[in-house]
């Protein structure tokens, strides 16, 4: 994953093939607000975006978040 400005692209094999823009929204506690925009791939590759920027989404465990209940 490499930064493009204020977005993050995914590579395989050289060819962008998912791009997600993050936006910080704001501070609550110890833990941070960001929104997520989708600009091309599928929803799924936002958590491992996330994941690998080290900002992992609370309650997805599968990809280094705090586990969390969710109902």
């Not at 590579?11 to 791009?19: G, Q």
């Not at 992992?56 to 599968?62: E, F, T, V, Y």
Request: glycine share 8%.
């Amino acid at each position: 994953i490499i930064k493009d400005g204020k977005n993050y692209l995914s590579h395989l094999n050289k060819n962008p093939n998912s791009e997600t823009e993050f936006v910080f929204q704001k501070q609550i506690g110890s833990m941070y607000l960001w929104k997520a925009i989708l600009h091309t791939g599928k929803t799924h590759q936002i958590r491992l975006h996330c994941a690998s920027l080290k900002i992992p989404i609370l309650g997805d465990s599968l990809y280094q978040g705090t586990p969390f209940y969710r109902t």
